[in-house]
């Protein structure tokens, strides 16, 4: 445990000054200078990754107060609320666009197309390229280690992680049915919500377990329990503060950055902005996985993955009905369900290869593969040529997740179980 203020903390808390003061300045009515679309972009982007590390440590120095399972699924949330804040911007934009003309024209960039990019893509990246990041990170790590690391290139995880593993599979199936609607409705999000809600329920029964806490994060759960909560509940203030500050501005100057620069805004939405929000979480992870910590490591970023795919899905038709003013759902054009297809394929075929409770270097290797060529497709191609693409993507992934459910069924059956009805208790005995 160390006494010794972190310098990562005032670092942290530096880069958020400039977008808070523009942001609160802007709501407040005062007078601060104009900065070009790139420029703020870059500066209120700066504010969120700043705020979304502060939240991460926040979250992670809170499991020396709550359970390990639900500390896990807190930290999977308050890692990505500033991707949250952005996606939801959008769809807030969509229901006023609705609102106002009593339609929602989907086609190209408008707020109704960058509603589901911003998401579409985090959940991607998060599984493409986050999940295989850390296999590679934790594989040096091993390497290194020499005989006192596990197998280099495979992460085996406790039992434990039956329950991530059933609840994403869950809501894969359900977002399957996604693609054939033409709007994302009231339904969809009762079902994702409460889908999440009894994921979140399971955790919460999970025993507690002393945590491994590095860093910034180690420094405040060092502290005396009164100190220490007080510290928490700072961080996630000042985080909350920074993002309610700067997520609409960052949206908007990402936007109008697209248009400056004649880059195409939907790339822009679905690729840099989830990278910002997300950085700090796949930083935080590949720093446990370096320490051989990559089954802890990774299972937040599954973590993550369960609940960006339930809660922040469920959200979005909320968001929009409130703004909106109508129970209408989210229109969806083709080009969003052929995202919601890809997306779902994606995570269909994540959780058929870790259905045997761990992920090795080749699944983490297709999964980038996969990953990197539709990345590629959708920088290099046409919008028509990219939808074909991905199309294809799909249907490999789902061919590819259906062969490993064939010849894992009796793991299907168990993780399923395992993650459902198993007692902890029973879990931590296998």
């Known amino acids: 445990m160390s006494a010794k203020l972190p310098v990562q903390l005032p670092l942290a808390v530096g880069v958020t000054l400039v977008g808070t003061y523009l942001g609160a300045a802007d ?3 005062l007078a ?3 900065l070009p679309a790139p420029l703020a972009a870059v500066i209120f982007g700066a504010a969120i990754v700043g705020a979304a590390f502060l939240l991460s440590w926040a979250a992670e120095a809170a499991q020396m107060d709550i359970s390990a399972g639900l500390a896990i699924a807190l930290l999977a949330v308050v890692a990505v609320l500033p ?3 952005v996606d939801l ?3 807030y934009q969509a229901g006023q666009v609705f609102a106002e003309q009593g339609h929602c024209v989907t ?4 707020p109704c197309s960058l509603a589901l990019a911003n998401m579409t893509g985090a959940n991607r990246i998060l599984v493409g390229f986050g999940w295989p990041l850390v296999v590679l990170v934790a594989g040096i790590a091993a390497a290194r280690a020499g005989a006192r690391a596990p197998r280099p290139g495979t992460v085996d ?3 434990a992680v039956s329950v991530e593993l059933a609840f994403l599979g869950i809501a894969t199936v359900y977002s399957l049915t996604l693609p054939l609607r033409t709007s994302l409705t009231l339904v969809d999000a ?4 409460a889908i999440f809600a009894c994921y979140a329920w399971r955790l919460a029964q999970a025993p507690a377990e002393k945590p491994d806490l590095i860093g910034v994060a180690d420094w405040v759960g060092a502290k005396p329990a009164t100190r220490r909560r007080w510290s928490v509940i700072t961080l996630f203030v000042v985080a909350g503060l920074v993002i309610l500050a700067c997520a609409e501005h960052f949206a908007e100057n990402l936007v109008a950055t697209g248009e400056h620069l004649g880059v195409d805004k939907f790339l822009l939405v679905q690729w840099v902005a989830p990278l910002a929000s997300e950085s700090p979480e796949l930083i935080v992870a590949c720093l446990y996985a370096a320490r051989l ?6 299972g937040t970023l599954l973590s993550s993955k369960v609940n960006q795919w339930t809660l922040l899905v469920g959200t979005i038709p909320i968001v929009f009905a409130l703004s909106a003013g109508t129970f209408s759902g989210l229109p969806l054009d083709g080009h969003q369900r052929v995202e919601l297809l890809l997306t779902a394929a994606q995570s269909l075929f994540a959780v058929s290869i870790m259905l045997d409770r761990r992920l090795t270097g080749l699944g983490a290797g297709v999964l980038f593969g996969l990953f990197g060529l539709q990345f590629a497709a959708s920088i290099v191609l046409s919008a028509t040529a990219n939808r074909w693409v991905a199309i294809v993507l799909s249907g490999v992934y789902i061919v590819l997740a259906l062969g490993q459910i064939a010849v894992r069924y009796r793991d299907t059956g168990r993780t399923f179980k395992d993650g459902v009805t198993t007692p902890f208790d029973k879990l931590g005995s296998h």
């Open 27 to 29: 709501y407040l009515g």
């Open 32 to 34: 601060h200078p104009g």
């Open 83 to 85: 991707e949250y804040a």
């Open 89 to 91: 911007v959008f769809t």
């Open 107 to 110: 086609e190209g960039a408008s």
């Open 157 to 159: 995880f406790k039992p």
């Open 190 to 193: 009762a079902v994702f919500v």
């Open 293 to 298: 910590k990559a089954s802890q490591s990774l």
